[in-house]
């Protein structure tokens, strides 16, 4: 373990495998894990369609950083507030969006979420209370601080959530964005999805430490570490934020470390490409697999077996390929009308 880190604390974070589910029923772990096997076969569908072609703009995947989105999004509801980046595939999926007119989105089709004006990076669907993804490094946090700070003048319950990577904290208008909601008490959870790369460089090249809650500290935002790969602390965590926004606290600060098993972006998985990136790092890893993971614990404890999952995974796949075939067969926009859903009033 010391080959791959000096941090003690990230070593203690990684070292655990088996994960402690005593305070969920059964119903509510099959019901998350399925949402998390969703998310990653739809990445790797979405991963497909660009290698052949099918897809035009370049996607940013999150496959094994699952957990995460699945864990939040369990206590918010439509009336939130939800903001991404570019990697927000599964922060969307993880609401309840329709797949198909999602995957309609990243095809280009006019059935899509946007329809077809946004693609992979541009993510919007306010029926889910997911308000936008953009590729800009730290774009939306200043938004979803701002939408905080509206709910907590109207005087509203609702909760805001900033998603945003490891390498989006060392942009300034992230650390404005700290600091304005901690002096107005904002209503919002700043969530770091630290999988310690920020596109291709690790974070070790780019920061003194690897963790970054030390960032909250400095703007006195209460703030959590956690093991982004094990669901039930994701659950633990978010849980008692968001509670605690809608009576009126925040803001507060979720660090979760994690890991893509992908490049930067499109299918591969870029290693061994000088940027302290290995196979040896992707095996480690791999193991930590959080849908792996959470199934050990549900199989050792409610006695499913491997052909159980097998056919749930199957019956998702099921639902993915439906959704995918049918967004494939749906028109491309009128691109004469773009200035249509880029003007107001045009």
Request: aromatic content about 8%.
């Amino acid at each position: 373990m010391k080959e791959y880190s000096h941090n003690s604390e990230l070593e203690s974070l990684t070292s655990e495998l088996e994960i402690n589910i005593d305070n969920f029923s059964k119903n509510e772990l099959l019901e998350m894990i399925s949402k998390m096997i969703l998310i990653r076969n739809s990445e790797y569908k979405i991963a497909e369609g660009r290698k052949y072609g099918l897809v035009g703009g370049p996607v940013h995947l999150g496959i094994g950083q699952e957990a995460i989105p699945v864990g939040i999004s369990k206590y918010l509801t439509c009336k939130d507030q939800i903001f991404g980046g570019h990697r927000s595939h599964a922060h969307i999926i993880s609401l309840g969006v329709d797949l198909k007119s999602f995957f309609a989105e990243i095809l280009a089709k006019s059935s899509g979420i946007s329809k077809g004006m946004g693609g992979s990076m541009h993510l919007f669907a306010e029926s889910v209370g997911f308000y936008g993804s953009v590729p800009i490094v730290g774009g939306t946090v200043p938004l979803a601080t701002g939408s905080a700070l509206a709910n907590k003048l109207k005087r509203e319950k609702n909760v805001s959530i900033a998603y945003l990577g490891d390498g989006a904290i060392e942009e300034g208008i992230v650390h404005e964005s700290l600091n304005f909601a901690r002096i107005n008490n904002c209503p919002i959870i700043f969530i770091v999805e630290n999988n310690l790369f920020s596109s291709h460089l690790n974070i070790k090249l780019r920061q003194p430490k690897e963790l970054t809650y030390r960032f909250a500290k400095s703007n006195d935002i209460e703030s959590k570490l956690i093991d982004g790969n094990n669901l039930p602390s994701i659950c633990k965590a978010s849980e008692e934020f968001i509670k605690r926004c809608r009576n009126g606290e925040g803001p507060f600060f979720i660090e979760a470390v994690t890991y893509r098993w992908l490049g930067h972006v499109d299918w591969r998985e870029d290693i061994d490409v000088g940027i302290r990136r290995s196979q040896k790092d992707l095996i480690f890893w791999k193991k930590r697999d959080p849908i792996l993971r959470l199934k050990k614990s549900l199989i050792k404890k409610f006695n499913l077996s491997m052909d159980e999952f097998k056919l749930l995974e199957k019956e998702i796949q099921k639902k993915i390929d439906k959704a995918w075939n049918d967004a494939l067969k749906d028109e491309s926009p009128e691109w004469s009308k773009t200035k249509k859903y880029v003007f107001k009033n045009n």
